[in-house]
C-alpha cells in the first residue's frame, strides 16, 4: 500500500504517524504566524512536511515534500543496501525510530534572578520570552548528528532556560546589557543549523538564555549605486534572497544550509556558498556589522576597502558568538545575473577530474561554481535521483570509477558564453562528457536535500555524519585516498558496515574545499562512541594531510580540541585577551571556538569526549 | 649652458653641486656591496641617480636618469608658473636648496645597556649593527613632505640609536626577545617610503633600535602548484619581481612606491598596488606570515581559505610594526599574464569618466587597471612628458576639462580581448577618444616618478602633499569638489599660491579610491604650518564625506587624531588589549596607529600637533 500524505496541507489528520513521527508533531503548529523555530523538525532536519519514508511492501524509498506526495526513489534502497556493505553481506533497513516530544521530559528552567526579569520585561513583549518545553528543546542543539541523536532518545541535559526573540538591534543591546549585569549567559542562535555544537549551552553554572534571531528579518535598504544592502540578521536564506530580488539583486551565498540558516549564522561562522568562486564566501561580501558585546557596541565603518590600521571586521567573523552578537550587517550585492546556466560532465575517474579543475583554475577563467563527486558519492548521486534512466541504472550498477561533475555560470549572456567556452575546451581535453544541463537542473533542485537522507537513514539503525576541509592541490588525493580507506578499514574491521564517498565544491588558487560524507551501521543501544571514533578520524587524518580544521562548517565545541594543533599558540592568547576585553564575566556562548586554559592543561575534559558518554537504551 | 651630468657614472667627479647636492653624496657610496639606505637619497624620494633640475639660461626643467641624461620636460616650467597661481600672478622657481649632509649634527647615540649590546654581539656579526651618522640620519623619517623638510633643514631629534639589519628570522626572534628584556624599543623599518610618519622614533626615553629588513630579500621558495612563494619580507619590489619571473610567476603587487618598498611594508599597511582591480589588494596575496612579538613569533597556517574561527592574519596586516615584526609570508602569486595591454582613453569631462568607471565596475567585466585623472592632473601629466608633441601642447594650453584615463589589461590574449571589447563598448558610449597605447606605455614609464617632481619643487620654494582614500560612488564627486575648492580657497585667501588635482586608482564594488595631490609655496621661513594645514584640512573633508581615512597609506602618526572619529572606540580598547598581550611593555614602534589613552584624554598633544613647530630658518 503507497502511503498516504496529504499534500501541502497544515494540521490536519495524520495518517503517517509510525513512519514520519514529525508529521505528528506538524499539527500542533500552524504554518503562519509562528516563530521559525515552530516550523521545523525539532528532531531532524529542515521542513517538517519534507521527509523520505519506505513504501509498502515494496520497501522502496520515496520522497514527500510541500507539494509532492510520496515520489518513488527506486534506486537509493538498493544502493543503501549494496553500499553500506560488510564482506559482501547487505545491510538491512531496520527502523529505529525517534522518542515522540511528548515522551520527552526536561528539566524545569533555572530560577531567574527577579531584578533580571524585570529588565526583561521592561524591554520585551511576553511573546518574545519564551520558556515553554518546545521552544527549550529547539534551542538547545544544532543539527549534528549527535545533536539529531541525543534528541531522538530524548537526552536533554542542557536546555536554555529562556528564549528571547528580540525585534531590533536595541532590544539586543539592552539585553546584553542587563544579562552582563546579571552575570547571565548569552547564546546567540540562528537558524540552529550549525553541526558543530556551536550554539549549546555548555555550562551548568549560570542561567541561560538562547537568544533567536529569526524575528529581526528585515531588508533595511537596498544601495542600488553602491550594490549594497543592510540587512537584519536574523534573516533565513530564502526570505534574504526573495527580499533582494525585489530590487534586482541577489546576495549570491547559498550554502548546504540556505533554506534553514540565517545571516547572522553566516557571518558569525565564516560561512560559504555554492557560488563562492564567482561571489567569495561570506567575509568578502561582509562589508560592515553592528556586533552587540558586553561592553559596548561594536561598529565597522559602511565603506569599500581601507588600508588605515587593523580591518577589525575579521574578528568577529568566526567568532561564533563567542564575543557578542551580530544584530545588522551591510552586504555586498550584485545584479541578479542575465543567464544562469549549469551543466552535467561525466570524468573517467577522479585524478582526470581533478587535472581539469586545476587546469580551469590555472586558466584564470572560472565558472561560477564546480562541484566533483567522487565515484562513490557520483553512484549516490544517481541513485537518489526519482527518476530511474538507462544512464543512471548504468552508472549506480556498473562502473565504479566514473565522476560526476556539475558546473555553473552565471553572469552577462556574453560572460556566461567567454567562460562555458574557455572551460568546455578544457573539459574535453580532459577526457569529460558532457550531459547537458538536466543534471545542473536536478542539482539545483536537490541540493538541499542531503540532511533529509540523513534523517531517514538515522530512521533506520543507521548513522551519517560529514567532515570537510580546504586542502592544498598537492594534498587532495592523498588526504581523499587515506581518509576513505582509513574510515572503511576501522570500522570494517570491527564488523561495522561503512561507507565513505567525498566531494569538491569551493577552489582557490592555493586549494580546494574537500567534503566527505560517511556512514555505518548504528550499534544497538545508540551508543555514541562510533560518531565520535568517525569524527576523530577524520579529523586527524586532515590535519595530518594539513588540511583547514574545517572550510565553512566552523569550530563549537566539536573541533575545540584539535585547536591547540591548529591555531598557534599565541594566536589562542590574543583571543583570549580580546575575549576578555569585550566580554569580562563571560557570558557568550561560553567554551566554545577556542580551548580553556583548563582543558588545554588537562585539567577539564574537552566537551568532544564529555559528551561521548554511553547513552541509555531507547 | 646645458647642465653636464655623468650619466650612469658613480664616485666621479661632480659638476652639478649646486643644482643637486644628491649627487655629491652619492660620491661617497659604492653601488654595489652596500646596505639599501646606502644607495637611496636621505633627503628626497628614490635613486641618487635621478633627479629633475633646470637647464641654465632657459629655465626649462630636465630629468636625469641612470641611464639618461638632463631629458628636457619641455612644458613643465611653464605648467608650474602658471597652476600654481594666484590672481592670475605666475610663481617663479625660486632656489630652496636642502643643507649637505656635512652640516648636519645630531645627537650621540643614548648609552646602550651593556647587557644587551653583549647579546647583540653573540646575535649580530658588527657589519650588522650600526651607528653612524649616515645610518641613523636615513632610519629616522619616511618619505612624507614633513620628514623631508625636516631633513632638509637638518631638523632631527630622534634618531635610532642603533640600526640592526637582522638577516633571517632566527636573527628577530634572538633580537626581539633582547629587547624585550632590556625595555628597547624596536622600529621596524622596510622601503623606509611611508609617508605618515610609521617609522619615525617618536619616544625619548629609551634606547631605540631601528630594524632595518632589507638584508632579508630572498625568495625562499616557489610553489608552482599552489602558485605561492615564501619570501623573506625585506626585499625590496624591484627585486622581488626579478627573483619571481624566473620561476614564471607574479605577485602582482605594484604600489606608487614599488621601487623603493619592501614586501614586508605592505604587509604591516595594508598596501595596495596599480594593478589591484584583477590581482586583489596585499591582504588578498598575504596566505600566511610569521610575526615576531616581544612574547613569542605568532604562526599562521599555509592554505588556502578556510572557515574554522578567526582569521588571524587580518589582525597583523595594517599593525604598522606596532605588535611585532614580520619576517616571512607565503603570498599568492600567478603565472606571468600572456598579454599586457595598457590604453589611454580621453574624456570630455570627469564625470563622463566616473560614468563610464561605474558602468565598467557594474559590467562584472574588469579591466585590471583603470586610472582617471581630473583636468589638472591630466594637464600635469601631459606638461611632464619629455616629448612636445602637438596634442599635449594642446592639451596642457587649450583645454580645461577634459580627463585622461589610463585602463590596462593582463592575462591571456583570448582573455584580455574578450575584457577589452566589453570596456571599450562602454568608453565609446561615454564619450571616451582613444589614444591608443602610447599613453600607456609612459605611464608605465613614468608610474613611479611624481616623487622626483615633488623633491624638485621643495629645491624651489614650493611643497607638495597628498591624501587619498576610498570613498563610495555617491560621494565621489561631491568630495573631490568640495576638496579642491576648499584647499585652494583656504591658501589663496591667505596670498598664497596653490594648486591641487586629483584621480581615481582602485575600483570596488562599493567605491572607489580617489587620490589627491596639493602644492603651494613654501613660506618664507620653512615654517610647518601650512603643510599641516593642509593636511588637517584634506582628512577633515574626507571624513566628512564618509570616506576612509586612507586607502594605502595607512596611519603611522600623521592620522591618529582621527582614529577616535574613525574606529569606533571598543575596536581601539580590542587593539589597546591586543598590544598589551603580544607588547605588554610597549617596545615595538610606540605612539603609532592608535591614539594613546593620554592622547586621547588631551593630557597629551598629539604628535601631529607637536611636530607642527615652528622652525628655525634655513
Not at 586558466?363 to 566533483?372: G, N, Q, Y
Not at 567532515?467 to 587532495?476: I, R
Not at 566527505?516 to 569524527?535: H, L, R, V, W
Request: hydrophobic content about 35%.
Amino acid at each position: 500500500m503507497q502511503l498516504e500524505v496529504e499534500d501541502n496541507k497544515v494540521g490536519g489528520t495524520n495518517t503517517t504517524a509510525t513512519i514520519a513521527p514529525e508529521r505528528q508533531e506538524l499539527a500542533q503548529f500552524p504554518q503562519d504566524n509562528v516563530d521559525y523555530y515552530q516550523k521545523i523538525k525539532w528532531n531532524g532536519w529542515g521542513d517538517t512536511r519534507k521527509f523520505l519514508h519506505t513504501l509498502e511492501p515494496s520497501g522502496t524509498i520515496a520522497i514527500t515534500t510541500p507539494t509532492a506526495s510520496a515520489v518513488p526513489l527506486p534506486s537509493l534502497a538498493n544502493y543503501i543496501k549494496k553500499e553500506l556493505t560488510l564482506n559482501g553481506q547487505t545491510s538491512n533497513l531496520e527502523n529505529t525510530p525517534s522518542i515522540q516530544l511528548d515522551q520527552i521530559n526536561i528539566a524545569a528552567p533555572r530560577p531567574i534572578n527577579p531584578s533580571f526579569e524585570r529588565e526583561l520585561q521592561s524591554i520585551f513583549t511576553p511573546d518574545q520570552l519564551k520558556t515553554d518545553k518546545f521552544a527549550r528543546i529547539t534551542h538547545v542543539y544544532g543539527k549534528s548528528i549527535r545533536d539529531l541523536v541525543r534528541l531522538r532518545i530524548g537526552q536533554i541535559n542542557n536546555a536554555p532556560d529562556l528564549i528571547i526573540l528580540p525585534q531590533s538591534h536595541d532590544e539586543v543591546e539592552k539585553l546584553m546589557q542587563s544579562a552582563n549585569k546579571y552575570n547571565v549567559i548569552v547564546i546567540a542562535y540562528g537558524g540552529g543549523s550549525n553541526i558543530v555544537g556551536a550554539c549549546e549551552p555548555v555550562t551548568t553554572d549560570r542561567f541561560v538564555v538562547s537568544v533567536d534571531m529569526r524575528r529581526m528579518n528585515k531588508v533595511l535598504w537596498v544601495d542600488r549605486r553602491e550594490m549594497t544592502a543592510c540587512i537584519q540578521v536574523g534573516i533565513m536564506g530564502p526570505d534574504l534572497e526573495k527580499e533582494l530580488r525585489k530590487s534586482g539583486v541577489s546576495l549570491g551565498h547559498d550554502p548546504d544550509s540556505f533554506e534553514f540558516s540565517t545571516l547572522g549564522g553566516w557571518l558569525a561562522t565564516c560561512s560559504s556558498g555554492h557560488q563562492s568562486d564567482k561571489y567569495g564566501d561570506i567575509e568578502d561580501m561582509a562589508v560592515s556589522f553592528k556586533t552587540v558585546t558586553p561592553t559596548g557596541t561594536l561598529e565597522l565603518r559602511n565603506g569599500a576597502r581601507a588600508g588605515a590600521g587593523i580591518n577589525y571586521k575579521h574578528i568577529i567573523l568566526g567568532s561564533e558568538g563567542t564575543l557578542g552578537i551580530i544584530t545588522e550587517a551591510v552586504m555586498r550585492v550584485h545584479p541578479l545575473p542575465q543567464a544562469e546556466e549549469y551543466f552535467g560532465f561525466m570524468f573517467p575517474s577522479f585524478t582526470h577530474a581533478i587535472n581539469a579543475l586545476e587546469q580551469i583554475r590555472r586558466s584564470d577563467i572560472l565558472p561560477t561554481m564546480i562541484r566533483i563527486y567522487d565515484p562513490d558519492e557520483t553512484r549516490l548521486s544517481f541513485s537518489s535521483k526519482p527518476s530511474k534512466g538507462a544512464f543512471s541504472e548504468f552508472i549506480s550498477s556498473a562502473i565504479k570509477h566514473v565522476c560526476l561533475s556539475i558546473i555553473g555560470f552565471e553572469g552577462s549572456k556574453k560572460q556566461v558564453d567567454f567562460h562555458k567556452k574557455s572551460v568546455f575546451d578544457i573539459l574535453s581535453k580532459n577526457g569529460a562528457f558532457g550531459l547537458g544541463q538536466s543534471p545542473g537542473k536536478t542539482w539545483a533542485e536537490k541540493r538541499y536535500d542531503l540532511p533529509y537522507i540523513r534523517d531517514f537513514l538515522l530512521n533506520h539503525n543507521m548513522w551519517v555524519d560529514v567532515a570537510e576541509t580546504t586542502v592544498s592541490w598537492s594534498s587532495l588525493l592523498p588526504l581523499w585516498k587515506e581518509a576513505k580507506q582509513a574510515f572503511n578499514d576501522h570500522f570494517r574491521s570491527k564488523g561495522i558496515p561503512s561507507w565513505i564517498c567525498a566531494h569538491i565544491s569551493h577552489t582557490y588558487s592555493n586549494g580546494v574545499c574537500l567534503y566527505f560524507i560517511f556512514a555505518s551501521k548504528q550499534n544497538a543501544d545508540n551508543e555514541m562512541t562510533p560518531y565520535t571514533e568517525g569524527k576523530r578520524l577524520m579529523t586527524d587524518i586532515v590535519l595530518k594531510h594539513g588540511g583547514a580544521i574545517s572550510h565553512h562548517h566552523g569550530v563549537g565545541y566539536e573541533h575545540v580540541p584539535w585547536m591547540n594543533r591548529y591555531v598557534s599558540n599565541g594566536w589562542i592568547n590574543v583571543y583570549r585577551k580580546i575575549k576578555e576585553v569585550v566580554d569580562p564575566k563571560n557570558i557568550c556562548n561560553p567554551r566554545k571556538l577556542m580551548p580553556t586554559q583548563e582543558e588545554e592543561n588537562g585539567q577539564k575534559k574537552y566537551l568532544f569526549d564529555v559528551l561521548n558518554v554511553k547513552q541509555p537504551k531507547l
